[in-house]
């Protein structure tokens, strides 16, 4: 990357904005500041960021209101840092089109592996990538293959759909009903359970000890996640 | 929460605060010497002693008996103090000895007694007094006649005057225990020697151990005691207006009728009973006059009775043929010394056959005190008073009795050849006696006129004229016409009283029932229930139960069950609910309402409404049937005031629990924020001077457990709040337990966690946010107490009834015996290090969490090795069954 990647923090509390600016700008990356929904509305329209970082909590308008409009006027990709942690609002976020969800107080390591997944997913629907490895594990989304260890791995049709779905956005959380809809297209009543005997079947093949899941984690609540590398 | 709403009275805490602290005093209170009041004090001493209480004997009298020095041979006695008084050396109690020894109890015999001048107080209360305020409780006697309020009374009938006397104030706030024995037993005991009697008392021996004596002290002592208990409970609450204590002698009777100035007459017998610190009565005398009420009269009498009892008199209904006999034989037989009634307003010519009633009443009690009230004459009815109107059906009386007479005819004109003419005569008392007895009054003097004409026409020649020949026949028809209205008078009287008594029977029989009813039941929603089932079944109707909230009447009873009211119904009862006044149809006002609503009332505020309404749109109370109803509403009110006040109490020690455990938080709370924030503090000082890696862990640890704690507060007020909604949601355990593994990494850094969960595990029912804190509190705990450097396991099995998860650690694990309390909110193993902080909140979650999802939590010690095995079992029903193959394929 010759130019650094722009990134928007949306927070109304100065210290959280200076700590985001400290983390993300040694990780390379160019910071820009609003500490209210109308500046970060703004500076959207002005520097067209890579990546909006977005509290939820905001002086003059609810974080979630704010989604759909970013959603409406840029390409930018959302992550809601908040110190909310119901279930609910994590998905209603995600649904709106949020990419992701951190928990305040969050670990930055982890923050910068989410944005990292965030600009990644921009690469790849920039029309990029379509092989995937992470530990041992390969998925060629176009091939319809996995090897595991270099070994062809068979998957059943519904588990290849669901590892590809949640392949083709690796490190961000996909939600169940976005895994469910994929899977079981014409069954709109498919309940969570049948999704994790599917994930589960995923797991027992690919996992290298599936009790301790590290490929395909779970989202608490909300869905799952493929950790992994291009 | 609103602010508030869930506040106690502060009256009612500044009352218990001032309570708090103090001993408490036992009283056990007999009518008389000899009762057994030390023994019985000594029984209960040696129970509490038992129980582990410190108990001590102050002073106890034993008289030299055996039984009750044996008593005391098991308690500790504080030695008597030596007083020199005149040159005597006399044994008084040792209070600064006691006070020294600062015992939990202490027995004080003799309440009542004086000590030796020279002594700390004069009165021996004064030094018990003194003990309570020192927090040490006190058991004590003390015999009726000590009591201040009643020492003239007891002199009075015993004429022995009671010099050493104990203030009414200090019964009142004891706890009070009556140690009673029969009068006649006493008096064997008396007879057998086992009394001590003290030389003033021997010398009037024979006559105050009299049985009349001792039947009156004991019911004094018996009604003490029931009162100060009364007066406990009511002071808990609020004032009342039966205040002040009963002297005991002054008896009121209060005669109500049913003209208008009946509420007055009320009013002014509640005048005299608080100057004369007397109960009283208000009663009706209903004659059989009072048969032919219209409503506006009795109306009157329960609005009258309604009163009185709200001022907290008594009410009863006497059932009698004449004003003057029920109200004398009443006002005898209830002893009353004061009578209060009306000044009559009778006719001169009503006056003049009866005699007023207000002159026999003066005349002919005795020992009774008539106060006659004047009413004036703008209160009294304008028109008509005592026609009796027509019974429904009364024609039908006078038909049979018209038949009879001609019955008696033909009869007797068929036996005229062998019976004298004068027989004949006496054959026609017949149908005079059956008519009065079997119709009243007037069918009998009916019956006596239309014989005499019969017997005239039919058999005093000349025979087939109504005019009488023979002198002597005259006077044989006289007879039998004079005989027939004496008979019918009397007969009709019998029957009246009969009719009266088995009325009256059945209306005590209802109101027994009734209160029967109410008291099974044990919630408010029960009793409102029983009181619209019971009231709806005595009088045939429907009824609905309302109370009020700001949001306007809500309808809490209904029988038979309704929904909801109509907006005229609402408006009736809002209007009773806010004026305490009936309202409805049959009333003053909203008579439009289909319903008639009757209030019910506490002293101080209206309750409830009452509603009734009958299918067929007529009154829903007939008139002779409203005092019945008012008696009923009176008890419903009584039994729903008294319940809701001990709810309320209940409400007040809940609150104070509560308040405790809040205060027992806080101070956890300070404790366990400012040790992470007092490490991360020194750690950042360290990284100012140099910087270490071992630093920022200890700062990347503390702050991880502050962010736990901070979670595990905002969780304890959800589940104390019982706002925890539930999103069940089928979940993998193995998710579960990665999931809760991530997020306390940092708290369990260094730890080794092995997780043995089975592959087939079925997945099970459940919150997954709630479920993910359950075990995160489970993980963190057993990092916390199991010894560092051990592994801490997660494991599973399914069995045949459900699934167990399983955290188990290796350490000291849990207190024997102390399994579940674990689990209670604060707690924390005792004797376990302060600086493991956690509040011992994570334990109260996980229980607070796992019940409210249905999860039982189990806590064990291990065998081999040691250490803490914490469960959660879930039943069948919380696991999901195995799920359609063909939806995978």
């Given at each position: 990357m010759t130019i650094p990647a722009l990134i928007l923090v949306v927070d109304d509390e100065p210290p959280i904005r200076r700590l985001l600016r400290g983390a993300l700008e040694r990780a390379g990356y160019a910071v820009i500041e609003a500490g209210s929904a109308k500046e970060a509305m703004a500076l959207l329209a002005a520097r067209d960021p890579a990546v909006v970082l977005l509290d939820l909590g905001l002086p003059d308008r609810d974080g979630i209101e704010l989604i759909p409009l970013i959603r409406k006027r840029s390409s930018a990709t959302i992550l809601i840092v908040s110190a909310r942690d119901a279930t609910e609002e994590k998905v209603a976020a995600l649904d709106l089109g949020a990419a992701d969800y951190v928990t305040k107080p969050f670990d930055t390591e982890e923050l910068l592996a989410r944005v990292r997944a965030a600009l990644r997913h921009r690469l790849t629907a920039d029309g990029g990538q379509t092989v995937l490895t992470a530990g041992g594990v390969t998925i060629d989304l176009l091939g319809h293959r996995v090897t595991r260890d270099g070994e062809a791995v068979h998957l059943t049709p519904k588990e290849f759909v669901a590892l590809a779905e949640l392949a083709r956005f690796p490190g961000r959380v996909i939600t169940h009903q976005q895994l469910l809809r994929a899977v079981w297209p014409n069954d709109h009543e498919r309940h969570v359970e049948y999704l994790r005997v599917l994930i589960r079947g995923i797991r027992q093949k690919l996992e290298a000890d599936p009790a301790r899941p590290s490929l395909v984690v779970n989202e608490l609540g909300i869905g799952y996640r493929l950790i992994g590398s291009a | 929460?609103?602010?508030?709403?869930?506040?106690?009275?502060?009256?009612?805490?500044?009352?218990?605060?001032?309570?708090?602290?103090?001993?408490?005093?036992?009283?056990?209170?007999?009518?008389?010497?000899?009762?057994?009041?030390?023994?019985?004090?000594?029984?209960?001493?040696?129970?509490?002693?038992?129980?582990?209480?410190?108990?001590?004997?102050?002073?106890?009298?034993?008289?030299?008996?055996?039984?009750?020095?044996?008593?005391?041979?098991?308690?500790?006695?504080?030695?008597?103090?030596?007083?020199?008084?005149?040159?005597?050396?006399?044994?008084?109690?040792?209070?600064?000895?006691?006070?020294?020894?600062?015992?939990?109890?202490?027995?004080?015999?003799?309440?009542?007694?004086?000590?030796?001048?020279?002594?700390?107080?004069?009165?021996?209360?004064?030094?018990?007094?003194?003990?309570?305020?020192?927090?040490?409780?006190?058991?004590?006697?003390?015999?009726?006649?000590?009591?201040?309020?009643?020492?003239?009374?007891?002199?009075?009938?015993?004429?022995?005057?009671?010099?050493?006397?104990?203030?009414?104030?200090?019964?009142?706030?004891?706890?009070?225990?009556?140690?009673?024995?029969?009068?006649?037993?006493?008096?064997?005991?008396?007879?057998?020697?086992?009394?001590?009697?003290?030389?003033?008392?021997?010398?009037?021996?024979?006559?105050?151990?009299?049985?009349?004596?001792?039947?009156?002290?004991?019911?004094?002592?018996?009604?003490?005691?029931?009162?100060?208990?009364?007066?406990?409970?009511?002071?808990?609450?609020?004032?009342?207006?039966?205040?002040?204590?009963?002297?005991?002698?002054?008896?009121?009777?209060?005669?109500?009728?049913?003209?208008?100035?009946?509420?007055?007459?009320?009013?002014?017998?509640?005048?005299?009973?608080?100057?004369?610190?007397?109960?009283?009565?208000?009663?009706?005398?209903?004659?059989?006059?009072?048969?032919?009420?219209?409503?506006?009269?009795?109306?009157?009498?329960?609005?009258?009775?309604?009163?009185?009892?709200?001022?907290?008199?008594?009410?009863?209904?006497?059932?009698?043929?004449?004003?003057?006999?029920?109200?004398?034989?009443?006002?005898?037989?209830?002893?009353?010394?004061?009578?209060?009634?009306?000044?009559?307003?009778?006719?001169?010519?009503?006056?003049?056959?009866?005699?007023?009633?207000?002159?026999?009443?003066?005349?002919?009690?005795?020992?009774?005190?008539?106060?006659?009230?004047?009413?004036?004459?703008?209160?009294?009815?304008?028109?008509?008073?005592?026609?009796?109107?027509?019974?429904?059906?009364?024609?039908?009386?006078?038909?049979?009795?018209?038949?009879?007479?001609?019955?008696?005819?033909?009869?007797?004109?068929?036996?005229?050849?062998?019976?004298?003419?004068?027989?004949?005569?006496?054959?026609?008392?017949?149908?005079?006696?059956?008519?009065?007895?079997?119709?009243?009054?007037?069918?009998?003097?009916?019956?006596?006129?239309?014989?005499?004409?019969?017997?005239?026409?039919?058999?005093?020649?000349?025979?087939?004229?109504?005019?009488?020949?023979?002198?002597?026949?005259?006077?044989?028809?006289?007879?039998?016409?004079?005989?027939?209205?004496?008979?019918?008078?009397?007969?009709?009287?019998?029957?009246?009283?009969?009719?009266?008594?088995?009325?009256?029977?059945?209306?005590?029989?209802?109101?027994?029932?009734?209160?029967?009813?109410?008291?099974?039941?044990?919630?408010?929603?029960?009793?409102?229930?029983?009181?619209?089932?019971?009231?709806?079944?005595?009088?045939?109707?429907?009824?609905?139960?309302?109370?009020?909230?700001?949001?306007?009447?809500?309808?809490?009873?209904?029988?038979?069950?309704?929904?909801?009211?109509?907006?005229?119904?609402?408006?009736?009862?809002?209007?009773?609910?806010?004026?305490?006044?009936?309202?409805?149809?049959?009333?003053?006002?909203?008579t439009a309402s289909d319903w008639l609503f009757h209030p019910l009332r506490a002293t101080d505020r209206t309750m409830a409404a009452l509603g009734v309404a009958r299918d067929d749109g007529r009154n829903p109370i007939r008139s002779d049937q409203l005092q019945l109803l008012m008696s009923l509403i009176d008890q419903a009110s009584l039994v729903l005031d008294r319940m809701q006040i001990e709810n309320e109490m209940r409400d007040v020690a809940e609150l104070r629990e509560r308040d405790r455990l809040r205060a027992a938080l806080l101070s956890s709370v300070s404790h366990d924020l400012r040790t992470p924030l007092t490490a991360i503090r020194a750690a950042v000082d360290g990284m100012r001077r140099a910087p270490t890696p071992a630093l920022l862990d200890e700062i990347a640890t503390e702050t991880a457990r502050l962010n736990r704690f901070v979670a595990n507060l905002l969780d304890m007020a959800r589940v104390e709040a019982g706002a925890l909604r539930l999103t069940l949601q089928a979940i993998d355990l193995t998710d579960a337990v990665a999931g809760a593994l991530h997020d306390t990494q940092q708290i369990l850094a260094g730890r080794e966690v092995r997780i043995e969960l089975p592959a087939d595990l079925p997945m099970v029912r459940v919150d997954p946010q709630l479920f993910h804190h359950v075990l995160i509190n489970l993980l963190d705990n057993a990092g916390r107490y199991g010894d560092p450097g051990t592994p801490i396991t997660v494991t599973a099995q399914r069995d045949g009834m459900g699934l167990t998860l399983s955290v188990l650690d290796e350490g000291a694990g849990l207190p024997p015996g102390q399994e579940q309390a674990v689990f209670e909110t604060f707690h924390r193993l005792e004797g376990s290090d302060r600086s493991k902080a956690g509040a011992g909140l994570g334990l109260a979650i996980v229980k607070g969490f796992a019940d409210a999802m249905g999860i039982g939590v189990e806590a064990a010690n291990r065998v081999a090795p040691g250490g803490a095995r914490f469960g959660l079992r879930f039943g069948e029903g919380l696991i999901v069954r195995p799920l359609d193959e063909k939806a995978f394929a």
């Open positions: - | 929460m609103k602010p508030g709403d869930d506040k106690p009275d502060p009256d009612a805490l500044l009352r218990i605060a001032a309570r708090e602290g103090r001993g408490k005093l036992k009283l056990f209170l007999g009518a008389a010497p000899g009762v057994g009041k030390t023994y019985e004090m000594l029984a209960q001493a040696a129970g509490r002693r038992k129980a582990g209480i410190d108990v001590v004997v102050g002073v106890v009298e034993t008289h030299g008996r055996a039984e009750t020095e044996a008593m005391t041979r098991g308690l500790e006695t504080i030695p008597r103090a030596a007083i020199t008084y005149q040159g005597r050396t006399l044994a008084e109690m040792d209070l600064d000895a006691i006070l020294a020894r600062h015992p939990g109890l202490v027995l004080v015999d003799e309440l009542a007694h004086s000590n030796v001048p020279g002594s700390r107080h004069p009165k021996r209360y004064q030094d018990v007094e003194e003990l309570l305020a020192a927090g040490i409780d006190v058991y004590s006697t003390v015999n009726i006649q000590h009591l201040e309020s009643l020492n003239d009374v007891v002199a009075s009938f015993t004429h022995v005057r009671v010099r050493e006397t104990v203030p009414d104030s200090v019964l009142e706030a004891a706890e009070i225990e009556v140690v009673d024995i029969p009068p006649d037993e006493l008096i064997e005991r008396l007879k057998d020697g086992k009394v001590y009697i003290p030389d003033e008392a021997a010398r009037a021996l024979n006559h105050f151990f009299s049985k009349s004596n001792l039947s009156a002290l004991r019911e004094l002592a018996l009604r003490r005691a029931a009162q100060a208990v009364d007066a406990q409970m009511l002071d808990y609450v609020r004032e009342h207006a039966l205040a002040g204590t009963w002297a005991g002698t002054e008896r009121i009777v209060v005669a109500i009728n049913e003209l208008p100035g009946a509420e007055l007459l009320v009013r002014t017998a509640k005048r005299i009973s608080d100057a004369l610190r007397a109960p009283w009565t208000a009663v009706h005398i209903e004659t059989p006059r009072a048969r032919h009420f219209g409503e506006t009269e009795q109306r009157r009498i329960a609005a009258a009775f309604n009163l009185a009892s709200q001022l907290g008199g008594l009410v009863a209904t006497v059932p009698a043929v004449s004003v003057f006999h029920g109200l004398s034989a009443f006002a005898i037989e209830a002893r009353a010394t004061q009578l209060i009634i009306g000044k009559s307003s009778r006719s001169r010519w009503f006056e003049l056959r009866h005699r007023s009633v207000v002159d026999r009443l003066v005349r002919e009690t005795s020992g009774m005190a008539v106060h006659v009230l004047p009413l004036a004459d703008e209160m009294l009815p304008k028109v008509r008073r005592g026609i009796a109107r027509a019974e429904p059906g009364a024609w039908r009386a006078y038909l049979a009795t018209l038949m009879m007479v001609a019955a008696v005819t033909v009869v007797a004109t068929e036996l005229f050849h062998i019976l004298a003419l004068g027989n004949v005569a006496l054959l026609y008392l017949l149908p005079v006696m059956l008519a009065a007895s079997l119709f009243g009054r007037w069918p009998g003097v009916f019956a006596g006129l239309a014989s005499s004409l019969a017997y005239n026409f039919f058999f005093l020649p000349p025979v087939g004229t109504f005019s009488v020949s023979n002198p002597e026949n005259v006077v044989t028809l006289l007879v039998l016409l004079g005989v027939a209205f004496v008979t019918s008078h009397f007969a009709a009287r019998a029957r009246t009283q009969a009719d009266l008594a088995g009325s009256s029977a059945r209306q005590n029989a209802a109101i027994a029932g009734f209160a029967r009813q109410l008291t099974t039941a044990r919630t408010d929603e029960e009793l409102m229930q029983a009181i619209c089932a019971e009231v709806a079944r005595l009088f045939d109707v429907r009824t609905a139960l309302l109370t009020p909230s700001s949001a306007g009447p809500v309808l809490r009873a209904a029988y038979p069950p309704e929904d909801r009211l109509a907006t005229i119904e609402m408006a009736a009862a809002q209007w009773t609910l806010d004026k305490g006044q009936p309202a409805g149809r049959g009333s003053d006002t909203l």
